[in-house]
């Protein structure tokens, strides 16, 4: 008898141990639920792929294929060690007034960042908000979306045309902002100045920020604009048609009162985003202008050589006055030749998104990879 009962309180303490360990689990997995109610989940804008094989045909991230300006590797060799060991001018006024004074506008004009990602996310957080959702196409630069998540921003897209472009009459509605590049990514397409400037006249009570980022390659800028609208906003960078990419330089231009509380944001979570060698380059980059225009003019001439040899193999796309051309092919999907193309060690990008998941977008790169790039086309679809 005496046997049993102990067996049996062993056996309860047993399962009372095994409970309250059991408990004490559920306790701390319950805790580490509850930190994870904290966090700030986002869906992260996934860029385009950096491999580091050197041998590929990289057309796939919009990058310019020269090299940038002599005087920026200049500008690098001439920084001393001992520049290095002080922190950057916060107020960036190198860059600031060289890119002022090739705008003809004036310093406190200038808002400069870590490229315009960097310029963008600074410029959502500080202009958009308003209760109303902001607007942007529904076919546009897909880091738009994440940082209206990111800063719980309230947004609605508008739909393009079915050619792509924009129809100015979406905008015109109660909103919280505007946003759209143009020319405009991935399509290439870009807008007229009138359309431009319809669109910004009819939201005089929100900032419309126009992302230039592709302007250079033919695009007519919407600067003339700022002197008649306080509420434009214009974005650029030095990543496509300075060739600098790797510097991380984007910046803004827009009126005084605009750009200050851009600054103010900006000084309230880092003084000394530019570096050194960003505000020396920068300004060495500006400083010669033959060097940029002849750079544009042979992406340009690339850029239509490959627009006619697409044709030829039976791409369509609209018009693009951009970096990148943004093609379809009548008989192949976008997407097996994407794989094809890859596998041959050519790059491109594809979305696989509604709308546009039978395009390829190809960034226009030296004349050699561009022949390499159609032949490889054009020897594939022949042999399907
Ligand atoms: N805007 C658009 C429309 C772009 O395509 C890009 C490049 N991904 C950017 C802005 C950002 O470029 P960066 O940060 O290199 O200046």
Same mark, same amino acid.
């Given at each position: ?9 062993? #056996?309860?303490?047993? =399962? ?23 966090? &700030?989940?986002? $869906? ?15 057309? @796939?991230? %919009? ?13 690098? =060799? ?10 950057p001018d916060p107020d960036a006024s190198l860059l600031r007034q060289s890119l002022a004074d090739y705008h003809g506008v004036s310093k406190e004009q200038v808002f400069v960042g870590v490229g315009s990602d960097d310029v963008l996310a600074i410029a959502f957080l ?30 609605? *897209?508008?739909?393009?045309?079915? #050619? ?17 590049? %143009? ?5 290439? $397409? ?5 359309? $431009?400037?319809?669109?910004? +006249? ?38 496509? +048609? ?20 851009? @600054?103010?944001?900006?000084? +309230? ?5 530019? %570096? ?29 050589? *490959?627009?006619?040899?697409?044709? =030829? ?8 006055k951009s970096n990148f051309i943004f093609a379809s092919h009548g008989k192949v999907p976008a997407k097996e030749l994407f794989e094809a193309l890859k596998e041959a060690g050519i790059y491109v990008r594809y979305f696989g998104k509604p709308r546009i998941d039978n ?9 050699? +990879?561009? &022949? ?11 042999? =399907?």
């Open positions: 008898m005496k046997a049993a009962a102990s067996k049996e309180d062993g #056996d309860k303490k047993r =399962r009372a141990a095994h409970v309250s360990a059991y408990a004490w689990m559920m306790q701390e997995m319950e805790k580490m639920m509850r930190w994870e109610d904290n966090v &700030r989940k986002v $869906v992260p804008y996934t860029p385009g792929e950096q491999p580091g094989d050197r041998d590929i045909i990289k057309l @796939n991230t %919009n990058e310019n294929p020269y090299p940038p300006a002599p005087g920026v590797m200049e500008a690098l =060799r001439e920084i001393r060690p001992e520049d290095y060991s002080l922190y500080t202009f958009f908000n308003g209760k109303e959702p902001i607007l942007f196409p529904d076919i546009t630069y897909s880091f738009y979306d994440v940082w209206a998540e990111l800063y719980r921003i309230p947004y609605m *897209t508008r739909p393009l045309r079915e #050619d792509f472009t924009i129809d100015p009459a979406d905008y015109k509605a109660d909103c919280g902002g505007v946003i759209f590049p %143009n020319p405009n990514a991935p399509t290439g $397409v870009l807008e007229s100045l009138a359309v $431009v400037e319809e669109i910004v +006249s009819a939201n005089p009570g929100v900032v419309v920020i126009v992302d230039e980022a592709y302007i250079d390659f033919g695009g007519i800028s919407a600067l003339p604009l700022l002197s008649n609208y306080e509420n434009l906003l214009i974005v650029r960078t030095f990543s496509k +048609s300075r060739s600098m990419a790797g510097m991380r330089i984007g910046y803004a231009v827009g009126n005084e009162k605009l750009i200050g509380y851009l @600054n103010d944001v900006k000084f +309230s979570f880092n003084s000394y985003t530019m %570096n050194l060698p960003s505000l020396r380059c920068g300004a060495a980059s500006i400083a010669d202008e033959a060097y940029f225009q002849e750079n544009l003019q042979k992406v340009i001439a690339t850029r239509e050589w *490959t627009k006619g040899e697409l044709s =030829r193999l039976g791409f369509t796309f609209a018009d693009s395009y390829l977008r190809i960034s226009v790169g030296t004349d050699e +990879s561009m &022949r390499r790039l159609i032949s490889f086309l054009e020897r594939y679809i022949e042999n =399907r």
